[in-house]
T-cell receptor, first 114, second 114 residues
Framework: KNQVEQSPQSLIILEGKNCTLQ??????????LRWYKQDTGRGPVSLTI?????NTKSNGRYTATLDADTKQSSLHITASQLSDSASYIC?????????????FGTGTQLKVEL | DGGITQSPKYLFRKEGQNVTLSCEQNLNHDAMYWYRQDPGQGLRLIYY???????QKGDIAEGYSVSREKKESFPLTVTSAQKNPTAFYLC?????????????FGDGTRLSIL
């Protein structure tokens, strides 16, 4: 079982609509959580990073939230555009005895249609 | 324009053959990484390097080898021992191994078996 679960697995929305992607994690001890956007056939690009003390962070039309108590994060996309069609990956960073470790979610595949 | 360049974009391997994937960065980053991405799975770490002439195994290193002779370059060899090499391979770099540093990804190499 993946220690970083994302939902939904895929999502189709109309251009201009809003949507929210979810990320639940069980890994610990938590250090930070980052959301990446990956276009088809390209490498992931970082959107936001959330540390333990942060609840909300925005990057343009993207707003990430974090509840470290329930170990949940969300990524809200406002006024979606066709270019938002991509996979959105949640990545949790933990500190282990052996150093840093990143655990990647499987991603939510978003398609924005006219 | 700084970034990470992976080549080739597509690669085909015959049975029993070793192939090498190239990764070059001009971001002056110390740390570099190789990941494997399979459908329905999160990115999995193959190898990483903190500094020139040093590299460590990740979670799925069997059947792979790397070298780090130059700061800018971190080639990955997929050996014949890797029985299921078909995947999308991503190279990344960061300023250091510290988890709050974002990883910058290349655009990947898709490896297939002939």
């Amino acid at each position: 079982k993946n220690q970083v679960e994302q939902s939904p697995q895929s999502l189709i929305i109309l251009e201009g609509k809003n949507c929210t992607l979810q990320c639940n994690y069980t890994v610990s001890p938590f250090s930070n959580l980052r959301w990446y956007k990956q276009d088809t056939g390209r490498g992931p690009v970082s959107l936001t990073i959330m540390t333990f003390s942060e609840n909300t962070k925005s990057n343009g039309r993207y707003t990430a939230t974090l509840d470290a108590d329930t170990k949940q994060s969300s990524l809200h996309i406002t006024a979606s555009q066709l270019s938002d069609s991509a996979s959105y990956i949640c990545v949790v960073h933990i500190l282990t005895g052996g150093g840093n470790k990143l655990t990647f979610g499987t991603g939510t595949q978003l398609k924005v249609e006219l | 324009d700084g970034g990470i360049t992976q080549s080739p974009k597509y690669l085909f391997r015959k049975e029993g053959q070793n192939v090498t994937l190239s990764c070059e960065q001009n971001l002056n980053h110390d740390a570099m990484y190789w990941y494997r991405q399979d459908p329905g799975q999160g990115l999995r770490l193959i190898y990483y390097s903190q500094i020139v002439n040093d590299f460590q195994k990740g979670d799925i290193a069997e059947g792979y080898s790397v070298s780090r002779e130059k700061k800018e370059s971190f080639p990955l060899t997929v050996t014949s021992a890797q029985k299921n090499p078909t995947a999308f391979y991503l190279c990344a770099s960061s300023i250091s191994l510290e988890g709050h540093q974002p990883q910058h990804f290349g655009d990947g190499t898709r490896l297939s078996i002939l």
